[in-house]
């Protein structure tokens, strides 16, 4: 009895500790698959717009599989209309083989998603064409999407459906063409960067996803800013998602201008008014500050009102940052070395 006992335990960590080796295996082998299609191009002007076929399939899969979050009452864009009422026709077996993958995005956040088919070669192999993992998931969760996607790209006919949605996809590109290189080179200046903080920024209109959404990534050596459709052009998106790649690394590199007892103070209170996006102390942070800068470069007449937007929001420490950032204005130093002193005023920041 006691001899059955003793093998049934050394099966149980046999078998444990081949799960925990297979699991490490498999972790390696997606963080660090070679790369084997090529790099995106870094040339021509800093700032481009794109229409990107990766995105594309990503989110047609998504809506697909039931992504049906909108923010816009009159409800979806014509072309995410169009998508979702073209793939619920067919019948798709490989749609069944990428839902755990799908389901497995919305958990860790559609954004993480989004910036792994940027680390992506094009359709319809998606090979890897960036080193590195820029994802906040562990890599072993993608393993077998890439060839999964790349099974519903050619059983959904997406090469096809991309065509016929390439007029509007155009046409979005036409009305930011003139708007983005000076939405980014505003922000450059007011946070007067002393070299461009990447090798570029691709701007990649997603009318796939809910309106006036956006992610902005840092995969390899670009910035992405994938923008969701908007009534009128969403240059503050195109902003704040191209502050991410700089203010982000800047504040993890000085959360300690905050004191200990005070981050968890302000962490205890504000992580249940802020959306799911933000339950983590450096993120309430990094969407706070950008956040201020927004207010910042608003006309003067529209900051109370955007002050008091984010407060309903859940971003109270908005305020005294940006009153902090009209000393950074006049200061003349650079937003890299001006951040701890801007941090520091939330030491003593009265929540409610
Ligand atoms: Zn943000």
């Known amino acids: 009895m006691k001899r059955s006992l003793i093998r049934l335990f050394l099966i149980i960590v046999g078998l444990l500790i081949g799960i925990v080796l297979l699991a490490g295996a498999a972790e390696l082998a997606v963080r660090f ?21 990766r995105l594309f399939t990503l989110f047609a899969a998504l809506n697909a599989a039931g992504y049906d979050e909108e923010n816009y009452e009159q409800g979806f ?15 798709l077996p490989s749609l069944a ?21 940027l680390q992506r070669g094009p359709a319809p192999d998606f090979a890897r064409s960036v080193d590195g993992w820029a994802i906040r998931a562990p890599a072993l969760l993608f393993l077998g999407f890439d060839r999964a996607l790349a099974d519903f790209y050619q059983e959904a006919g997406i090469a096809a459906l991309w065509q016929t949605q390439q007029p509007a996809y155009a046409a979005e590109i036409e009305r930011y063409r003139a708007l983005v290189e000076p939405a980014v080179a505003e922000v450059f200046a007011y946070l007067r ?7 570029g920024v691709r701007v990649l209109p997603n009318l796939l996803d809910a309106y006036w959404r956006g992610y902005g990534p840092h995969v390899g050596a670009l ?11 969403n240059v503050g998106l195109i902003q704040h998602e191209a502050m991410h790649p700089i203010l982000n690394p800047l504040v993890d590199a000085h959360l300690d201008a905050i004191a200990q007892d005070e981050a ?16 983590n102390w450096p993120a309430i942070l990094h969407e706070s500050v950008i956040r201020a800068v927004e207010v910042r470069l608003a006309d003067p007449t529209d900051r109370e009102r955007l002050l008091l937007q984010e407060e309903a929001q859940g971003f109270p420490l908005v305020r005294p940052l940006a009153e902090q ?13 001006y951040l701890p002193t801007l941090l520091a005023v939330l030491n003593d920041v009265p929540i409610d």
């Open 223 to 233: 910035s992405y800013v994938v923008m969701g459709p908007a009534i009128e052009p």
């Open 325 to 337: 950032l009209a000393e950074y204005e006049t200061s003349g130093a650079t937003m890299a070395t």
């Open 33 to 53: 698959e070679p790369v084997t299609a090529p790099a995106p191009s870094v040339t021509g002007d800093y700032v481009q717009l794109a229409a990107d076929e």
């Open 193 to 199: 960067l002393t070299a461009p903080p990447t090798a």
């Open 77 to 91: 864009s014509d072309v995410r209309r169009t998508v979702r009422a073209t793939l619920a026709e067919q019948s």
């Open 97 to 117: 083989r990428l839902r755990p993958y799908l389901a497995m995005c919305r958990f860790i956040h559609v954004s993480q998603c989004a910036t792994w088919v």
């Open 264 to 279: 968890d103070r302000l962490f205890a209170a504000l992580k249940p008014r802020v959306g799911a996006g933000y339950q």
